[in-house]
């Protein structure tokens, strides 16, 4: 009697460790349940963007799971639409594009006004851009020319040398006058050079019937030997000599 007694004790206590063990898993996954909806509704209503931006591009496209994804916006659906550009060939490309497709949602007369001035804004963006591009690369090439043919510049080979070692996208005009200029420097010294190889009573003769272009007379003297130029100076004119002397004055001091 008393072996009976114990063992439906021991069938008791079991049967009760068993429902409390029940009674705890059930608590267990009511609580995981709950926390699963609290996520939930947390990626639906996209609490600090986690549901659109770190969850939407990996789950869109798993079946049911995607279901508890937020909508995708306009802005976000679409990255071209606020896309940043390099250049403006891009940005004018973009802009034709954008221009068709309000061209197009208008013509249809059902196109969201919210689109419509998406579209808008973009197009407004993008012109900005276009001119503050236009006008920066305006001034760019101005400041290049400005210290190409600075007064104080250094000599027109440097920067010839300068060019040829960088990509002439924003330099082409400029490098084109570099070299022209540079030809015409190399002209100069050659004819210097020849001159200076002539005699000077010689030399004096022939630049002496060149005074229509005292600039031209000043600049071959100057790019000879002081000692040379002075000697040719000497067999000339005192009036052409001393135009020339003021010529080749002026321009040292420009």
Known sequence: MAKKDKNKENKVSTDESTGSKIVTVLIVLVIVVIWLAIFGVLIKLDVGNFGSEVLYPVLKDVPVVNMILPEPAQNQSDTSTSKEYDNLTEANARIKELESQLAANKNAGSANQSDVSDLQ????R?????QEQSA????VQEFDKNVVYNDKAPDTEEFKKYYEEIEPDNAEKIYKEVCKDYEYSQEIKDQADAYGKMEPASAAAILSEMTNDLTLVAKILDSMQTSKSA???QNMKPTTAAQVTTKMTAMKNK
């Open 121 to 124: 804004a973009e197009i407004n």
């Open 126 to 130: 993008l012109k900005k851009f276009e």
């Open 136 to 139: 920066f690369a305006k001034r």
């Open 231 to 233: 000697l040719i100076l």
